[in-house]
């Protein structure tokens, strides 16, 4: 940690240096340069001064990407603030049991999010932000209320010759100083707050300048996809190249693969950041049809083409990507094996990461040129990770991590922070893996119940199955997956049934009722694609607690 200067640092920086280039676009929205980028920072840090907000307060931002997103955030840091962002994916009661549990301050929210949420069920919050213009929507301070309505007098009055780049100066972190809290889960029983301190961060953001350094350039295009509320596309899409001086674009729309894929043909990113959902869904829609014909399956099968036919395909592939991109980085959850064989065999730069929220999140990854198909990479700068298990390389062990991107632990939760932070300082991941001798890391089973969506977003059975297990006919229930679906697996109540004089039918139309409820207040990143019927009890252990493992395949 002796290079470690200042997170904050690299926005100051990048600011000062970029100041009359284009910095955040809302995808065929609004264009903010670093200097609009840099004032509205300044008016926000004025608005936080003058309405009581001190440094280490909390401040949650919940909403679509956007360029007021990327400024409510880093305002928030650059102040000293502590950031909690929320997925916009949550519903109202997780919004509202994360801004309680986190004891936040100050809520901005995007215009979808605010006609979900009820302020009353927030009854900490000194205010809450409209973030597409920065109004207040509710102000329970008078200094909140003052220092909006006369924000731009008290701008005048703080910089009366002009905002310029040398008052461009920002909160000067400590490693281990608290910058965000990322929460897991929206749900109060099962939240897991993890603490991510500067270091982790600025752990993150060094070895991914590292990396791109050559590749990625300021000035150059990136689109954001994935939320940033969750750490992968927080870290990679939004605090890289703001840092690195890229000019970032943001889908603030529903990201279908349609919009995604004339996008990359719009904006031409200098790197692409996904999950494998849209990965998959690009090369069997636009893709897959064009070259699973006869003629085509011809020429690749005759050797003195079929360099240059494979060479033409990738050719192609590239260009549904923007043409452009150094590589196409993958991460969240494991890439389809047919998408990655078929990407692998035409020489098309991929490659797959691994990493965890308690990581900020990166923990492996290589540069596709390094990339060995079903590997998710090396050991990352600043981290060291080993598979706990007597024979690495041939037994699966749980994959243990430590170093400077690991969290500080879970925020009011002791307890959790032990089950998974040692007294070496190695995080237990809860995924089972093995590693060859160079340092490659694959993946092969997850330990913890914890399932992953196509998407990348975590999904928690046991908060789905304690809603579930309250509705009518419904003994005990267990949530599987399937490919990018979940399932529910259901033992109903038999008993009641009988009582009742159900039948089978009566069963299964009542489970499909049960599912449209439960599907209604569910994310939709999580939502239950089919309800089936299990007719024995499940399995249990000596705690009387479902054997998972038993399931999985059904």
């Given at each position: ?54 440094k ?39 919004v ?54 006369h ?9 009366p ?18 910058a ?32 791109l ?8 295009n ?13 870290a ?93 980085v ?54 060291e ?18 170093g ?39 993946i ?44 529910a ?36 990143y ?8 299990h ?20």
């Amino acid at each position: 940690m002796n290079n470690y200067n200042s997170f904050n640092a690299f926005f100051e920086k990048s600011i000062i240096n970029n100041w009359d280039s284009d910095a955040l676009t809302d995808y065929q929205g609004i264009t903010l340069q670093y200097h609009d980028v840099a004032r509205k920072i300044e008016k926000l840090h004025i608005l936080f001064e003058n309405s009581g907000i001190v440094k280490g307060n909390k401040i949650a931002i919940c909403g679509r990407n956007s360029a007021h997103w990327a400024v409510a955030f880093t305002a928030t840091l650059t102040y000293g603030a502590i950031a909690v962002p929320i997925l916009h994916e949550f519903n109202a009661e997780q919004v509202h049991n994360i801004v309680n549990h986190s004891e936040s301050k100050l809520l901005f929210v995007g215009d979808v999010v605010v006609k979900t949420i009820s302020p009353d069920e927030m009854p900490d919050l000194e205010g809450i932000i409209n973030l597409p213009d920065f109004s207040i929507l509710v102000s329970r301070s008078e200094k909140l209320t003052y220092a909006r309505e006369h924000l731009n007098e008290l701008f005048g009055k703080k910089f009366p010759k002009a905002f310029r780049q040398e008052h461009v100066s920002y909160h000067k972190d400590e490693p281990e100083e608290l910058a965000l809290i990322n929460y897991t889960s929206g749900t109060t029983g099962f939240s897991k707050g993890v603490m991510l301190p500067y270091r982790a961060l600025w752990g993150n953001l060094d070895f991914i300048l590292e990396m791109l350094y050559d590749k990625v350039h300021k000035g150059d295009n990136t689109l954001s996809i994935l939320p940033m509320a969750h750490m992968y596309g927080l870290a990679v899409e939004f605090i890289f190249p703001f840092a690195n001086g890229c000019h970032l674009f943001f889908l603030n729309r529903l990201p279908s693969p349609a919009i995604i894929a004339q996008a990359f043909t719009d904006i031409k990113p200098a790197i692409v950041i996904s999950v494998p959902l849209i990965i998959d869904k690009i090369i069997r829609k636009k893709v897959f049809p064009k070259i699973q014909t006869k003629l085509m399956s011809l020429l690749l099968s005759t050797p003195v083409i079929n360099k240059r036919i494979r060479q033409k395909i990738c050719d192609q592939v590239y260009q549904v990507f923007g043409g452009k991109a150094y590589e196409i980085v993958v991460g969240g959850a494991a890439l389809n094996q047919e998408v990655e064989q078929f990407l692998k065999s035409i020489d098309f730069p991929i490659t797959v990461g691994y990493g965890a929220t308690e990581c900020a999140p990166l923990i492996t990854f290589s540069d596709y040129k390094d990339f060995i198909p079903g590997s998710c990479g090396t050991s990352v700068k600043h981290m060291e990770v080993k598979i706990d298990s007597s024979d690495p390389e041939n037994i699966p062990g749980e994959i243990l991590t430590r170093g400077m991107n690991v969290m500080l632990g879970y925020y009011k939760n002791e307890e959790a922070t032990k089950e998974v932070l040692d007294e070496e300082g190695w995080y237990h991941t809860g995924d089972l893996g093995t590693m060859m001798a160079d340092g490659h890391v694959f993946i092969r089973g997850r330990k913890k119940s914890m399932l992953l969506g196509a998407n990348g977003q975590n999904v928690y059975p046991e908060e789905i199955e304690d809603k579930l297990n309250s509705m009518a006919m419904v003994s005990e229930s267990i949530i599987v997956q399937k490919e990018d679906k979940f399932i529910a697996l259901v033992h109903p109540d038999y008993d009641e049934a009988k009582l009742m004089g159900f039948d089978n039918d009566d069963i299964t139309g009542i489970m499909e009722q049960n599912r449209n409820e439960l599907n209604n207040i569910l994310p939709a990143y999580s939502k239950i694609s089919e309800i089936r019927i299990h007719e024995e009890e499940f399995a249990k252990t000596p705690k009387k607690s479902i054997k998972r493992y038993l399931y999985q395949n059904i």
